[in-house]
C-alpha cells in the first residue's frame, strides 16, 4: 500500500478515467453527444408536460433553460451512482489479479461522469447567453460547488459499490430510490434561488431543503440561470453533506476492503 504514492494513484486515476471513457463510446456513433441528448430528450418532455398539461412551468421564464441547469447536474450524479454501484462486481477479475486501491474504482467511474458535465456546462452556458441570461461574478464559485459535489457523490459511490458486492438489490433499490430522489429535489421547481414561489407550505419547504442534493440544485440555478449569489444554507447544505458522504463513504470502503475480495 505504502508503494502508491501520490504520482501512481494520478496515473491510476487517469488510465481508469480513459478506459471507461473509450469502452463507453465504444461502437457509438454520437459518443459524447449522449450526455446532452438524454437530459435535452428529458427537457423536452417535462417542459411539455409541465407547461401544457400542468401549467406549472409558465411561471419560469425559459422554463426549458432552467430544466437544464439541474437536468445536467442531475445527470451527472445519477449516472455516477449507478455505475458505481456496480464497478466493483464488474471489475471482480482486475480486483482477484492484482493489488491497487481497490477505491479508485468507484472514484475513477464518477470522475469519468464528471467530464461529460464539464463539457455539457460549457455548452449550456454559451445557450444561456444566447437567451440573455448572461453570468454574474457568482459565476466564480461553480468550481468550488461541482467539487464539493463531485467529493460527496464519490462518498455515496462508495457506499453503494460495497453494498452491491453483499447484497445484489441494492443495485436495483438505487433505481428506485434515484426516481423518488428526482422529484423530491429542486431539478423541475426551484426552492427559493429564482425569486418564483412554486412551493408555499414554509414545512415542506424546510423538509426539501434537508435533501443533500437540494443546496446544489439551487446554487446551480442561482449561478447560471439568475446569474445571483446562491444563498448560505445551499452552501452550508452542500458543504455538510459533502463532508457527511465522503468520511462515511472512505470508512465503509476501507472496514469492508478485505472482506469484499473475498465475497467477489
Not at 27 to 47: D, E
Not at 82 to 90: E, K
Not at 114 to 122: K, N, P, Q, S
Not at 190 to 215: H, K, M, T, W, Y
Request: hydrophobic share 55%; with cysteine.
Amino acid at each position: 500500500m505504502s508503494d502508491w504514492n501520490f504520482g501512481r494513484l494520478r496515473l491510476l486515476m487517469e488510465s481508469l478515467v480513459s478506459k471507461d471513457l473509450k469502452v463507453r463510446y465504444k461502437r457509438s456513433v454520437l459518443g459524447f453527444g449522449w450526455f446532452l441528448l438524454k437530459p435535452l430528450f428529458s427537457m423536452i418532455v417535462y417542459y411539455f408536460v409541465f407547461t401544457r398539461i400542468l401549467r406549472f412551468g409558465g411561471a419560469i421564464p425559459h422554463f426549458s433553460l432552467f430544466l437544464l441547469t439541474g437536468l445536467l447536474p442531475w445527470n451527472f450524479f445519477s449516472s455516477s451512482l449507478s455505475a458505481s454501484t456496480s464497478t466493483l462486481l464488474d471489475n471482480h477479475r482486475l480486483i482477484r489479479s492484482i493489488y491497487f486501491p481497490r477505491m479508485s474504482l468507484p472514484v475513477a467511474e464518477v470522475l469519468a461522469n464528471l467530464v461529460h458535465l464539464v463539457l455539457a456546462l460549457i455548452v449550456l452556458e454559451a445557450v444561456l447567453i444566447i437567451f440573455g441570461h448572461t453570468p454574474g461574478l457568482s459565476i466564480i464559485l461553480l468550481i468550488p460547488a461541482i467539487l464539493l459535489f463531485t467529493v460527496m457523490t464519490i462518498g455515496a459511490g462508495m457506499l453503494l459499490s460495497v453494498g452491491n458486492v453483499f447484497y445484489r438489490d441494492v443495485k436495483q433499490f438505487v433505481e428506485v430510490l434515484l426516481l423518488a430522489w428526482f422529484y423530491a429535489s429542486p431539478i423541475i421547481y426551484p426552492l427559493d434561488s429564482i425569486g418564483v414561489n412554486i412551493i408555499e407550505s414554509p414545512r415542506l419547504l424546510q423538509v426539501l431543503r434537508f435533501n443533500p442534493v437540494a443546496g446544489f440544485m439551487e446554487i446551480m440555478h442561482s449561478i447560471l440561470y439568475a446569474g445571483t449569489w446562491p444563498a448560505a444554507w445551499c452552501w452550508i447544505s452542500l458543504s455538510t453533506w459533502s463532508v457527511v458522504f465522503l468520511i462515511l463513504g472512505s470508512a465503509v470502503f476501507r472496514k469492508a476492503e478485505p472482506v469484499v475480495v473475498k465475497e467477489l
